[in-house]
């Protein structure tokens, strides 16, 4: 992955929920086409910055560990009023379902009070045996959860939230 679309992580609880913060800058490339004299974060970063708090919450704290998240199914999103630049976008995932090989997720995204999209999300549950994907999740999860406390101290994501 090369463009991360979350800042942090607020809050978490294994197996449950997770919340997650993403800043909308004008330094963000994408809004300068989207659009010119009216830079708004589109509708389709939204549910991938959602989809990426929702792997964390899915990869994290698993024995199993590297089992990853892929994204394979995107249901009832709505998208209620637009973000822009200097809004801070408060995302939450909450665990529907969970299966050996599957999990669906319900997320939201918020400005302030103002809902501003969510979605069911479904994601296929695989292992993936590389050591360069295994370093890179642990690298995003330590920054992500850098103010959690006893979550940033995990080097592998298989340990996050494991405390």
């Not at 830079?39 to 549910?47: N, T």
């Not at 642990?138 to 298989?158: F, H, K, N, Q």
Request: negative net charge; hydrophobic residues 45%; glycine residues 6%.
């Amino acid at each position: 992955m090369r463009y991360f679309l979350l800042d942090k992580i607020t809050a978490f609880e294994p197996n449950a929920f997770a919340c997650g913060v993403k800043n909308v800058s004008l330094s963000d490339q994408v809004l300068h086409d989207h659009f010119p004299d009216h830079p708004i974060f589109p509708g389709a970063l939204l549910v991938e910055a959602m989809a990426q708090l929702a792997g964390f919450l899915l990869e994290s704290g698993r024995a199993d560990a590297p089992e990853r998240a892929i994204l394979a199914q995107i249901e009832r999103a709505k998208f209620h009023a637009p973000a822009g630049p200097g809004d801070q976008i408060l995302l939450k995932v909450s665990l529907a379902q969970r299966l050996d090989a599957a999990a669906q997720v319900e997320a939201e995204a918020h400005v302030g009070e103002r809902c501003i999209g969510r979605a069911r999300l479904t994601f296929m549950l695989r292992r993936v045996d590389s050591d360069r994907v295994t370093e890179q999740r642990a690298m995003l999860y330590r920054i992500w959860t850098r103010e959690l406390g006893p979550v940033s101290a995990a080097t592998d994501p298989g340990e996050a939230g494991s405390t």
